[in-house]
């Protein structure tokens, strides 16, 4: 008889699927102690390595995208700094992040993360070229919004200064985040804090959720639907309704005002009407 097998730990949810929320957050814990013994050790690597900045970038070290995400101190700052921020952001992650993963799925989950993280960190290393930028606010704003996208009328309670409880439905909550980043961002209120990539993030999530099917659509997309429905009512009609209620008002348009007077649409239903009309001689023909 063999030896008990010894199975890795894997962060699960209840429904018995893989956690990527629970992912993010351990290795995100794990990355803060690292690079607080690392900056310890050789002062400066974190800032001019993994966090997020122009010069790196230009330098072509693209990896720092990614590696930005996981870094929640400040170099050379107070560390407990890095824990409120990081705290701030895995809390959040935790709470939205979980009702994300349970709806889109892990890979749009972590999709969108990246994403966020991506397009928030050039934002704002594109506003304000000069220093660095770390921490994982965009991917979180990315995940929040998708969150109040996916769920509008979900009531959440914010702690307001840390101490009163409010509770709001979760499109507030969204509008008050993505509104408050783009008027720091604008006014540069708190220039110590990355507001445009949270407003990059906010924008990724937003997007994102919307182009997965939650929330009104677009007008692009009322247009290509009503389209298309039209084109199967068209598809579906008869030789002789066809006839009655699309070909014979362009024929009275073109008699009172001309064939020029058509329009591209009027013409292509005209052309349809020839094919419509060869379709009943060929049905005629073989009876």
């Known amino acids: 008889?063999?030896?008990?097998?010894?199975?890795?730990?894997?962060?699960?949810?209840?429904?018995?699927?893989?956690?990527?929320?629970?992912?993010?957050?351990?290795?995100?814990?794990?990355?803060?102690?690292?690079?607080?013994?690392?900056?310890?050790?050789?002062?400066?690597?974190?800032?001019?390595?993994?966090?997020?900045?122009?010069?790196?970038?230009?330098?072509?070290?693209?990896?720092?995208?990614?590696?930005?995400?996981?870094?929640?101190?400040?170099?050379?700052?107070?560390?407990?700094?890095?824990?409120?921020?990081?705290?701030?952001?895995?809390?959040?992650?935790?709470?939205?992040?979980?009702?994300?993963?349970?709806?889109?799925?892990?890979?749009?989950?972590?999709?969108?993360?990246?994403?966020?993280?991506?397009?928030?960190?050039?934002?704002?290393?594109?506003?304000?070229?000069?220093?660095?930028?770390?921490?994982?606010?965009?991917?979180?704003?990315?995940?929040?919004?998708?969150?109040?996208?996916?769920?509008?009328?979900?009531?959440?309670?914010?702690?307001?200064?840390?101490?009163?409880?409010v509770r709001l439905r979760a499109k507030y909550v969204g509008w008050l985040v993505a509104g408050s980043a783009a008027a720091m961002a604008a006014f540069r209120w708190m220039p110590e804090i990355a507001n445009v990539a949270h407003l990059g993030g906010c924008l990724v999530g937003w997007v994102y959720a919307r182009q997965l099917g939650f929330g009104n659509p677009w007008w692009i997309q009322r247009r290509m639907m009503e389209r298309r429905q039209h084109e199967e009512r068209l598809n579906r009609m008869s030789p002789d309704q066809y006839m009655t209620e699309e070909i014979d008002p362009i024929l009275d348009k073109i008699a009172r005002d001309g064939i020029r007077s058509l329009t591209r649409r009027e013409r292509r239903i005209l052309e349809r009407g020839r094919d419509k009309i060869s379709q009943k001689d060929t049905h005629i023909s073989v009876r």
């Open 1 to 165: 008889m063999g030896s008990p097998r010894i199975q890795p730990f894997i962060p699960r949810w209840t429904t018995g699927r893989r956690s990527v929320v629970t992912l993010l957050i351990v290795v995100s814990v794990m990355a803060f102690i690292g690079e607080t013994f690392a900056d310890m050790a050789f002062p400066g690597f974190v800032r001019d390595y993994l966090c997020l900045s122009m010069g790196g970038i230009q330098h072509g070290d693209l990896w720092q995208f990614f590696t930005y995400l996981f870094i929640h101190g400040t170099p050379g700052g107070s560390p407990a700094i890095g824990v409120v921020h990081l705290f701030v952001n895995m809390m959040t992650l935790y709470f939205v992040g979980r009702e994300v993963e349970a709806i889109a799925g892990p890979r749009h989950l972590l999709a969108m993360y990246f994403l966020g993280g991506i397009v928030g960190g050039l934002g704002q290393i594109a506003a304000f070229p000069i220093g660095s930028v770390s921490g994982a606010s965009a991917g979180v704003c990315a995940v929040l919004i998708a969150f109040t996208t996916i769920l509008p009328e979900f009531e959440v309670t914010l702690l307001l200064f840390f101490v009163v409880p």
